[in-house]
């Protein structure tokens, strides 16, 4: 019902912080830095203002999963590009596509320092079946939104008649 969905969406802000602490630990940051910087990213202004748009919250909580997966990708081995596949496809679920890309982006151009040249086909092997993975949800959720408000983007008046405050969650 409507507050087990409330839940998830809420679940998600202490997700994008346990995301980041373990994508800064992944690139060696220390505790206190690490748990600094998983507070600013969860708490930050962008994330709590993304609660009102909750596909972006969602895409938000595993952006850094996602750039933690194909950095492990560029350097590990099949077991790595299928994590970074499954990764992948969750993220691309949660159809905030702007922040996936950008967290792909940011996971491509951090795992370019990687001296191992095969890097570029585990990375973009592990994006391709991530793609394909996530492509049956993508459309059915395409058809199903397809011709209604929520494909045309909601207007500024319903966004801003629906938006709550992130303490009120």
């Known amino acids: ?17 346990v995301a ?20 600013a990213y969860a708490l930050g202004g962008f994330s709590l203002s993304t609660l009102n748009l909750y ?19 560029g350097s590990g081995g099949p077991r790595a590009v299928a994590l970074a596949a499954v990764v992948t496809a969750i993220s691309l679920s ?12 940011f996971g491509l151009v951090l795992a370019s320092s990687l001296g191992d040249g095969r890097r570029w086909l585990r990375l973009l092997g592990g994006l391709t ?10 459309l ?16 500024a008046d319903v966004i801003l008649n629906q938006s709550v405050h992130p303490f009120s969650l």
Request: net charge neutral; charged share 10%.
């Open 94 to 105: 949660t159809a905030g596509v702007e922040i996936v890309l950008q967290a792909a982006l």
């Open 55 to 73: 596909v972006y919250a969602h895409a938000l909580a595993w952006a850094p999963l996602l750039v933690l997966a194909l950095l492990r990708a």
């Open 140 to 155: 059915v959720m395409g058809a199903v939104t397809a011709g209604t408000e929520r494909a045309n983007g909601f207007t």
């Open 129 to 138: 079946l991530g793609v394909g993975l996530a492509a049956p949800v993508l």
């Open 20 to 39: 980041f602490f373990l994508l800064a630990r992944g690139l060696g940051v220390g505790l206190l830095g690490a748990g600094g910087g998983a507070l």
């Open 1 to 17: 019902d409507e507050r087990g969905f409330s839940l998830l969406l809420a679940l998600h802000v202490p997700l994008a912080a």
